[in-house]
């Protein structure tokens, strides 16, 4: 730390990014990105394959001399459509970190409270804008007791699916934590509902106090152009704006706003995807059950599986060896644990036979 570094920054705890490495090909199931490529019309928007005649003068490289559109209107209006909603309850961001940072900022006054095995980077976000942080711990199975987060008096934040363990809270719990908190901000960080769960998005039109973040990182094989979104009523929205427009109203960048509104005109595409991404799933929970693994009945695109007789690190290192990379979580609660993404069918197949090799069957 420097001598000039702002003291109220002086013991901030960062939050750690999964490793992206860079010493050998990994099969890689430690970030939940999605193994398929974005679609076709995202390759045409980059100019990476035939251009469409009628845009055949026109290029998005040109164009990065301009400043991109701070209000993201034809990405709005795609999600609103897509939604339906109105694109004036769209907020659009550089990844949905930076929603969930904002939110905290904006709505985070009288504290938040989170499952206490959740999405690592909610505690560092709290920190960041000064905001007290309370956790709930979750059941000895790993779910979310909706009651415990019924009326709390704070911001309430949670993931559903919960991360790293991809269990759900059903619509009607999340509703009734909307309701017991009319006071305060819920937001419900929806990283990874397009894997099985249903939305809780059509709430917002009945509740003021709801925020439903969502992603283009997991199920739209987005993540590196990094495009997050949320919905809410009009009002947060604003507020929202109001913290980006203090900040940087180019947020989203042109090349992404592009890709964004592309790839929203291929659903169908991602939903493919997104079935062959629970197959496989649901493939890896069969095997796994077979060689006594013990894991989440996941509804989110990995899995959280853990071996009665193998220490979760050395079941990380050993898949580490192996040429397969996963995400180990040091925390006391979930170490024995391992988080695998779900990668292709031929990627959990390698991920079977490692496993299977490192307990010698
Ligand atoms: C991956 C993830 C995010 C971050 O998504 P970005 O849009 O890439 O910033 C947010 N919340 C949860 C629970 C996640 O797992």
């Given at each position: 730390?420097?001598?000039?570094?702002?003291?109220?920054?002086?013991?901030?705890?960062?939050?750690?990014p999964?490793?992206?490495?860079?010493?050998?090909?990994?099969?890689?199931?430690?970030?939940?990105?999605?193994?398929?490529?974005?679609?076709?019309?995202?390759?045409a928007?980059?100019?990476?394959?035939?251009?469409?005649?009628?845009?055949?003068?026109?290029?998005?490289?040109?164009?990065?001399?301009?400043?991109?559109?701070?209000?993201?209107?034809?990405?709005?209006e795609?999600?609103?459509?897509?939604?339906?909603?109105?694109a004036?309850?769209?907020?659009?961001?550089?990844?949905?970190?930076?929603?969930?940072?904002?939110?905290?900022?904006?709505?985070?006054?009288?504290?938040?409270?989170?499952?206490?095995?959740?999405?690592?980077?909610?505690?560092v976000?709290?920190?960041?804008?000064?905001?007290?942080?309370?956790?709930?711990?979750?059941?000895?199975?790993?779910?979310?007791?909706?009651d415990?987060?019924?009326?709390?008096?704070?911001?309430?934040?949670?993931?559903?699916?919960?991360?790293?363990?991809?269990?759900?809270?059903?619509?009607?719990?999340?509703?009734?934590?909307?309701?017991?908190?009319?006071?305060?901000?819920?937001?419900?960080?929806?990283?990874?509902i397009?894997?099985?769960?249903?939305?809780?998005?059509?709430?917002?039109?009945?509740?003021?106090?709801?925020?439903?973040?969502?992603?283009?990182?997991?199920?739209?094989?987005?993540?590196?152009?990094?495009?997050?979104?949320?919905?809410?009523?009009?009002?947060?929205?604003?507020?929202?704006?109001?913290?980006?427009?203090?900040?940087?109203?180019?947020?989203?960048?042109?090349?992404?706003?592009?890709?964004?509104?592309?790839?929203?005109?291929?659903?169908?595409?991602?939903?493919?995807?997104?079935?062959?991404?629970?197959?496989?799933r649901?493939?890896?929970?069969?095997?796994?059950?077979?060689?006594g693994?013990?894991?989440?009945?996941?509804?989110?695109?990995?899995?959280?599986?853990?071996?009665?007789?193998?220490?979760?690190?050395?079941?990380?290192?050993?898949?580490?060896?192996?040429g397969?990379?996963?995400?180990?979580?040091?925390?006391?609660?979930?170490?024995?644990?391992?988080?695998?993404?779900?990668?292709?069918?031929?990627?959990?197949?390698?991920?079977?036979?490692?496993?299977?090799?490192?307990?010698?069957?």
């Amino acid at each position: 730390m420097s001598r000039f570094f702002n003291k109220k920054y002086g013991n901030l705890e960062v939050y750690t990014p999964g490793e992206q490495p860079k010493d050998k090909k990994y099969i890689k199931l430690n970030t939940n990105e999605s193994p398929y490529p974005p679609c076709p019309e995202v390759r045409a928007a980059l100019g990476a394959e035939v251009v469409p005649t009628l845009f055949r003068n026109w290029s998005a490289v040109d164009d990065l001399r301009l400043y991109c559109d701070p209000e993201c209107t034809a990405l709005r209006e795609a999600l609103a459509y897509e939604y339906g909603t109105d694109a004036k309850n769209v907020y659009v961001a550089n990844g949905s970190d930076d929603i969930l940072n904002f939110a905290f900022a904006a709505f985070g006054e009288n504290g938040v409270v989170c499952p206490e095995i959740s999405y690592g980077f909610y505690p560092v976000f709290a920190k960041y804008n000064g905001i007290e942080y309370n956790s709930i711990p979750l059941n000895d199975d790993f779910t979310i007791d909706a009651d415990r987060f019924c009326g709390v008096g704070k911001m309430v934040c949670i993931a559903n699916p919960n991360a790293p363990t991809g269990l759900m809270l059903s619509i009607e719990e999340i509703e009734k934590i909307v309701v017991s908190n009319s006071e305060n901000i819920v937001l419900i960080d929806e990283a990874y509902i397009d894997f099985g769960g249903e939305s809780c998005m059509p709430l917002c039109d009945k509740y003021d106090n709801l925020l439903v973040v969502g992603t283009f990182s997991k199920s739209r094989s987005m993540a590196g152009a990094r495009l997050g979104f949320c919905f809410g009523a009009r009002c947060l929205i604003e507020d929202l704006e109001t913290l980006k427009y203090s900040t940087n109203p180019y947020n989203v960048n042109s090349l992404t706003q592009l890709c964004g509104v592309a790839t929203m005109k291929s659903q169908e595409y991602y939903d493919k995807n997104c079935e062959k991404i629970i197959e496989a799933r649901e493939y890896t929970k069969s095997e796994l059950e077979k060689l006594g693994g013990v894991f989440t009945d996941s509804m989110a695109n990995f899995v959280f599986v853990k071996f009665p007789e193998f220490d979760g690190e050395y079941i990380y290192k050993a898949l580490r060896e192996r040429g397969i990379l996963v995400r180990h979580f040091s925390n006391e609660k979930i170490k024995d644990y391992n988080r695998v993404t779900v990668g292709t069918m031929n990627d959990m197949k390698k991920f079977i036979s490692a496993i299977k090799d490192i307990m010698g069957k």
